[in-house]
T-cell receptor, first 116, second 112 residues
Framework: GAVVSQHPSRVICKSGTSVKIECRSLDFQATTMFWYRQFPKQSLMLMATSNEGSKATYEQGVEKDKFLINHASLTLSTLTVTSAHPEDSSFYIC????????????FGEGSRLTVL | KQEVTQIPAALSVPEGENLVLNCSFTDSAIYNLQWFRQDPGKGLTSLLLIQSSQREQTSGRLNASLDKSSGRSTLYIAASQPGDSATYLCAIRTDSWGKLQFGAGTQVVVTP
């Protein structure tokens, strides 16, 4: 299967700062990427869908000004958590979809954000 | 709205037993169904992808079936091993560009 890489895997920041998480498709071109959030012992909650070269589509209830998503190339999408607060602490996972994989989605390793 | 349910929420079996994990969904108009594995603190690993037109997929000890008419998919893991301990998630895709709708997962523990 294809490989999706996320960086950093863990990040700790102070309240009020901004944090950027990168999601890269290493061996395929990802026309669409998805960003999920996962709370402890719960399943994944879709935050937004990003298509290369266009604005992200956010799910209901997700603040687009707090969670900035950029998909500037076919191999890179970034999620920036702006003015982070402790309640933003969570596990963030990206996934990528490439047209050559018959609809199969591949996930990154996840990024654990802790806001102090 | 598509709803995905996984039962049981947790399962513990001795090594060597076969595992049967269930996934049900409310809307049969699906594009595909994907089974994932998630280890604690890690991302998701894709196990099997079943297209809407398929009835089952197999990979090694894993076999997944799909019955759209009854809104069910079953993941079978033969001869379980302690390394199979993880949370297993099923997810439904409703169209070629659509997002995945996840079940809550089944947490599996295989005891030596």
């Amino acid at each position: 299967g294809a490989v999706v890489s996320q960086h950093p895997s863990r990040v700790i920041c102070k309240s009020g700062t901004s944090v950027k998480i990168e999601c890269r498709s290493l061996d395929f071109q990802a026309t669409t990427m998805f960003w999920y959030r996962q709370f402890p012992k719960q399943s994944l909650m879709l935050m937004a869908t990003s298509n290369e070269g266009s604005k992200a589509t956010y799910e209901q209830g997700v603040e687009k000004d707090k969670f900035l998503i950029n998909h500037a190339s076919l191999t890179l999408s970034t999620l920036t958590v702006t003015s982070a607060h402790p309640e933003d602490s969570s596990f963030y996972i990206c996934s990528a979809y490439g047209t050559s994989f018959a609809g199969e989605l591949f996930f990154g390793e996840g990024s654990r954000l802790t806001v102090l | 709205k598509q709803e995905v349910t996984q039962i049981p929420a947790a399962l513990s079996v001795p090594e060597g037993e076969n595992l049967v994990l269930n996934c049900s969904f409310t809307d049969s108009a699906i594009y595909n169904l994907q089974w994932f594995r998630q280890d604690p603190g890690k991302g998701l690993t894709s196990l099997l992808l079943i297209q809407s037109s398929q009835r089952e997929q197999t990979s090694g000890r894993l076999n997944a079936s799909l019955d759209k008419s009854s809104g069910r998919s079953t993941l079978y893991i033969a001869a379980s091993q302690p390394g199979d301990s993880a949370t297993y998630l099923c997810a439904i895709r409703t169209d070629s560009w659509g997002k995945l709708q996840f079940g809550a997962g089944t947490q599996v523990v295989v005891t030596p």
